[in-house]
């Protein structure tokens, strides 16, 4: 197999194609965005170097995995850290049996949803079945969301500070600026302009038009959420040439400022009866960043219009849904929607709409954001950034791309919720890939809360239910910056030399800065007789600079289970240099990584004394 031995030039120029990925992942990862993504060319490396000893195989079937799935054949792929997913998806889509384990319940939807999609597809009329509930959920609660006849997008809310500048926008071919006067608090639009600074055509003040929070909040203004109060709204409205909007001032607009309070008091009629809605959270990792937000239970994080909209989308679909592959799609795209349907998403003026990616990750709590209608929707075609229809039109773009390289693959597929120290291992893998937290990241289940709640909250109304506690999540996973660390590493090493054969091939994906981190990793292989024999350098995840590690690069680390091998084949040189073409990347500091592993490599194995690079 070419796994063992990849050519450098290879191992480059699928460093060079993850380029393709940085921006938008595959329409079969879109389903539902979890942490640390890795890019799914990565995967398809493995996968076809596996299977194949030819470089040129190898190459035709990393861009088209239909061409693996006769040599894939019975073969069994094996991930104890499934995460997401993308292994398990790319492993089946290259017609791989798959099995997978994940501590975190948020993760084993996302997996199975991905998963569902692949091997066995969605209904031919899903899309239909998408329209029913999003316009039954919206008949519950439009009244939530109508202002003077029009639809209500994005609320803007702030905890005591507010930008001066709102959004951004087309208009004859122009783009401009939607911009908040600090003085008087009336919005007019201002086209873009090197100098940022405007002048309010209303009061005569001057003021930069910036996304920072500059200007207090007038005490008056209109309180929807909890310590969150309205600055402004922007409302979609339908016209002759489609769908045009409009911003208006809530500090400004007496009428507009007297309806959100309104709305968000019947919006908490609506959901008082949801106990759990009201649960404080689970002491864990990060916590400590909402308590000082005074943001301590589930309703915290979302403002009342949300949470009624997501009531509302989960008793639509318990009517429509008709089996359980249908309502995991459905509650996948709600879990889906909470990165930019929640109180932790952050808005971006430039864009002119929320970005989940930074808010979400590392809980924090913005000083200004807007709640995202998640039912704004015209059909299946979303109104606002990351609604229930936005990931309900990502499955069904997945569904497409299924079809499109190939169809289906009906292969076997497990995910399990559990972890892998305790849960049950497949009786024997071919390809095992280990992929344990590293990095900046210290708790996937702190990342995942809104998620999670939403899913406690809501899932007993489709009789969807899971029995650990957020904090119970945490103390179950495993991270090389915890005390028990090195003792649950071994047993896992330990587990899976177990259900290796000659054949089987386990890739650790892992990087670190010191030689004692790879010691603690490395040796647990040595013990149960695996053996590294080849080490690739490659990309990591898209850089976010949020949670990922300062180290963009990570090591494909190849072990095969018997005797020692005299040499280890390494490749990195050329990698690095195409990936620091393409992405910012601290070429001294990947340098410095690589000399602990092989440092490490030394010390924990005296048989890999010598290096073949």
């Not at 219009?305 to 459905?330: G, T």
Request: hydrophobic share 45%; charged share 25%; aromatic share 10%.
């Amino acid at each position: 197999m070419l796994l063992d031995n990849l050519p450098e030039k290879l191992v480059a120029e699928v460093v060079l194609k993850t380029n393709k990925e940085k921006a938008r992942r595959i329409p079969v990862h879109a389903v539902h965005r979890w942490w640390s993504r890795r890019f799914s060319i990565i995967y398809r490396l493995i996968l076809s170097a596996y299977l194949f000893d030819e470089e040129e195989k190898v190459l035709k079937a990393i861009e088209n995995p239909k061409l693996m799935r006769e040599k894939a054949l019975g073969k069994t792929f094996f991930e104890p850290f499934a995460g997401g997913g993308t292994g398990l998806v790319e492993a089946a889509l290259a017609g791989f049996n798959v099995y997978g384990l994940d501590v975190n319940p948020v993760a084993v939807v996302a997996a199975k949803a991905g998963l569902l999609i692949v091997t066995q597809g969605i209904p031919e009329n899903f899309r239909r079945i998408c329209e029913k509930v999003l316009n039954e959920a919206w008949k519950m609660v439009s009244k939530l969301w109508e202002f003077d006849s029009k639809l209500v997008t994005y609320i803007f809310v702030s905890r005591e500070y507010i930008p001066s500048w709102l959004s951004t926008k087309k208009e004859a071919g122009k783009r401009i600026r939607v911009v908040l006067c600090p003085y008087c608090f009336r919005i007019f639009k201002t086209t873009l302009a090197s100098v940022p600074k405007a002048v309010c055509p209303f009061c005569g003040n001057e003021f930069e038009i910036t996304s920072k929070p500059i200007a207090r909040l007038p005490s008056g203004a209109p309180e929807v959420a909890t310590g969150w109060k309205a600055f402004a709204v922007e409302l979609r409205f339908k016209t002759d040439r489609g769908w045009s909007r409009e911003y208006l001032s809530a500090v400004e607009s007496k009428k507009l400022a007297t309806w959100l309070e309104k709305v968000s008091s019947n919006a908490l009629m609506l959901v008082k009866n949801s106990l759990s809605t009201f649960e404080e959270f689970d002491d864990v990792f990060e916590i400590s960043k909402l308590r000082r937000a005074n943001m301590r239970r589930v309703f915290d994080i979302f403002a009342p219009h949300q949470l009624a909209s997501f009531l509302a989308y989960s008793e639509a679909v318990r009517n429509f849904a008709k089996n359980e592959e249908e309502k995991l799609l459905f509650i996948t795209a709600a879990s889906e929607a909470t990165k930019c349907c929640s109180l932790l998403a952050k808005w971006y003026p430039p864009l002119g709409e929320c970005v989940p990616a930074g808010a979400v990750k590392a809980l924090w709590v913005p000083k200004y954001t807007a709640i995202t209608n998640p039912l704004a929707s015209d059909s299946i075609r979303p109104l606002a950034r990351g609604t229930l229809a936005s990931a309900l039109r990502a499955q069904l773009r997945a569904s497409s791309y299924v079809k499109r390289i190939g169809e289906i693959s009906r292969v076997s597929s497990e995910v399990l919720l559990g972890d892998a120290l305790e849960a049950t291992y497949p009786q024997s893998a071919d390809l095992i890939v280990l992929d344990p937290p590293y990095g900046k990241v210290k708790s996937y289940a702190s990342l995942s809360l809104p998620h999670f709640y939403y899913l406690k909250t809501f899932g007993e109304l489709l009789d969807f239910k899971f029995a650990p506690t957020l904090h119970y999540i945490e103390s179950r996973e495993i991270s090389p910056g915890k005390a028990d660390f090195q003792e649950k590493w071994e047993r896992i090493v330990s587990r899976i030399s177990q259900i290796m054969h000659d054949k089987s091939r386990s890739v650790l994906m892992f990087n670190a800065m010191t030689v004692k981190t790879w010691i603690n990793i490395l040796k647990p292989f040595k013990t149960n007789n695996i053996y590294p024999i080849a080490i690739y350098w490659v990309l990591g995840e898209a850089p976010s600079g949020i949670t990922a590690s300062r180290l963009k690069g990570m090591y494909l680390i190849v072990f095969r289970k018997g005797e020692e091998p005299g040499r280890v084949h390494i490749v990195w040189k050329s990698p690095i240099a195409i990936a620091a073409n393409i992405v910012r990347l601290d070429v001294n500091l990947e340098e410095k990584a690589h000399q602990s592993l092989l440092e490490a490599l030394r010390e924990s194995s005296d048989g890999c004394k010598a290096f073949k690079r």
